[in-house]
């Protein structure tokens, strides 16, 4: 849903307008500009104005993307400003927002049961996944890629995984993908990658396969030890995932992340956090979901 054209008001409306936001019962957090952004009763923007906080299922174990700071409480990295980025946008401050932690598993239900509004979670687009729940984005480019010890160079690519113990995580699209490029492959499952992680550097397996963003952030916690082997084996596109059929809600946040992109949101986003690990500089993807 496009944003409408802002006209001009008068000194005196508009103060008047602010004195009686002072009575009119709106959500705790929710600001004057965001209550003026209006969308029609029944629609899922409406409901979170309504209610004052975004519901944003992200992964707490994913460093750069979703990693829950031990500190401070609270998750952070680049899936965690596009949650911010909503909710600045539909209730006028970055902090209204409620994180629910989930898992690769988990993510279609937590949509499905109505746990979250949205997961913004690297979750990867796929048709299987476009069966249950509907996608807008994506928000970043990526590719399903391999993670080796660092000791270790017999593997130099995918093929030399063939007959290999090798980690994925239960329910994602890597487990699907690697069988069919590399058929010998032995496929040992855990509920998160941070378990993966931890089984390479045990010597449990001897390599992990997701998306490149994920790998990334596991090689930033162990730099010693384990590397991100060149070269993809599936291209991916990682976008916001939400109920299926909701065509307000894609509407609106198609639009919101063109604008982002436009405005320069996205890249300070991404140079805040993935930009600070790569050095790489920030490649806007093409919002065409």
């Known amino acids: 849903m496009r944003r409408p054209p802002r006209a ?53 174990d994913q460093p750069s993307f979703g990693l829950l700071n031990p500190l401070t409480g609270k998750p952070e990295g680049f899936d965690i400003e596009i949650a911010r980025l909503v909710a ?43 069966k249950k729940v509907s996608f807008a984005g994506p928000y970043y480019d990526t590719g399903i890629a391999v993670l080796a010890r660092r000791d270790d160079r017999s593997i130099r690519d995918a093929h030399d995984l063939d007959g290999r113990p090798v980690c994925v995580a239960q329910g994602s699209h890597s487990a699907e993908v690697l069988p069919k490029v590399v058929p010998g492959v032995r496929l040992v499952e855990f509920s998160s990658y941070s378990y993966c992680a931890q089984a390479l550097k045990d010597r449990r397996v001897d390599a992990t396969v997701t998306s490149e963003s994920i790998l990334i952030g596991l090689e930033q916690q162990n730099p010693d030890e384990l ?37 320069g949101r996205w890249g300070a986003a991404y140079r805040a956090t993935v930009g600070k690990v790569t050095g790489q500089r920030p490649k806007p993807p093409e919002i065409t979901l």
């Open 8 to 60: 001009a008001v008068p000194v005196g409306a508009l103060v008047l307008a602010l004195a009686l936001t002072g009575c009119s019962g709106q959500p705790p957090g929710q600001s004057a500009a965001a209550q003026a952004r209006t969308f029609p009763s029944g629609t899922t923007m409406h409901a979170i104005q309504q209610r004052g906080e975004v519901v944003v299922g992200v992964k707490y």
């Open 88 to 130: 600045e946008d539909l209730t006028g401050s970055p902090h209204n927002v409620r994180y629910v932690e989930t898992v690769t598993s988990n993510r279609e239900a937590f949509i499905e049961q109505g746990k979250v509004d949205l997961v913004i979670a690297s979750y990867v687009v796929n048709e299987k996944r476009k």
């Open 227 to 263: 590397r991100v082997v060149p070269g993809y084996l599936e291209a991916e596109q990682t976008a916001i995932g939400f109920a299926k059929g909701d065509r307000e809600l894609h509407a609106y946040l198609t639009g919101l992340l063109k604008e982002a992109v436009r405005d």
